[in-house]
């Protein structure tokens, strides 16, 4: 299986900064890589597809970027809401893996 | 809207069943394959199994083969996963999830998990 190292495992930033977070592949998944936003209780929500590729609704303050094994997901501007819990998934193949999360917390 | 709800979770004794149930409601499950992937208490998240639009194609974690068996209903537009044989190490919230084909603007395919439902948490203790 495909392993997903993400990081950092958790963050603390303001509102208004900007941050960036990492997944790294074992093996090279071309851009086949989604990032998602989860906060408690609720149900994940999709991003980034396909590595780079702004997800229908989804803020132009959030930015992915990377193929191959290297990848990342910028917030340019923070906001009150962003504060969640970030991860990775990779769709080259199964068993479909993911990042261990970035906790985003307000400093 | 485009939703997933997931139902049948709870407390179950090791060695107990218990079935979980998806429910799709804004858009016609029979054209998704379907995910369940589970998040251990304090641990990342896990693919659990897939199956392919008409049910013909299942696919398992290891860990869950031969006790875990998932299933659809088109015509419901539901999904379920039927778990036997149940294990401390499976208690989790588990998540159903649609994978759906997007292109880019190259015109490259790819399988996207773009739909999640909120979780029902699954707990196996004495």
């Known amino acids: 299986a495909i392993q997903m190292t993400q990081s950092p495992s958790s963050l603390s930033a303001s509102v208004g900064d900007r941050v960036t977070i990492t997944c790294r592949a074992s093996q090279a998944i071309r851009s086949d890589l989604g990032w998602y936003q989860q906060k408690p209780g609720k149900a994940p929500k999709l991003l980034i597809f396909?590595?780079?590729n702004l997800q229908s609704g989804v803020p132009a303050r959030f930015a992915g970027s990377g193929s191959g094994t290297y990848f990342t997901l910028t917030i340019s501007s923070l906001q009150p809401e962003d504060f969640a819990t970030y991860f990775c998934l990779q769709d080259y193949n199964y068993p479909r893996t993911f990042g261990q999360g970035t906790k985003l917390e307000l400093k | 809207e485009v939703q997933l709800e997931e139902s049948g979770g709870g407390l179950v004794q090791p060695g107990g069943s218990l079935r979980l149930s998806c429910e799709a409601s804004?858009?016609?499950?029979?054209?998704?394959?379907m995910l369940w992937v589970r998040q251990a208490p304090g641990k990342g998240l896990a693919w659990v199994a897939n199956?392919?639009?008409?049910?013909?194609?299942?696919n398992y974690v290891d860990s869950v083969k031969g006790r875990f068996t998932i299933s659809r209903d088109n015509a419901r537009n539901s999904m379920y996963l039927q778990m036997d044989s149940l294990r401390a190490e499976d208690t989790a919230v588990y998540f159903c999830?649609?994978?759906?084909?997007?292109?880019?603007?190259?015109?490259?395919?790819?399988?996207?998990?773009?739909?999640w439902g909120q979780g029902t948490l699954v707990t196996v203790s004495s």
């Open positions: 396909a590595a780079s």
């Open positions: 199956i392919g639009h008409d049910g013909s194609l299942k």
């Open positions: 999830v649609r994978d759906s084909d997007y292109s880019d603007k190259s015109g490259i395919h790819y399988d996207v998990c773009d739909i």
């Open positions: 804004g858009f016609t499950l029979s054209r998704y394959w």
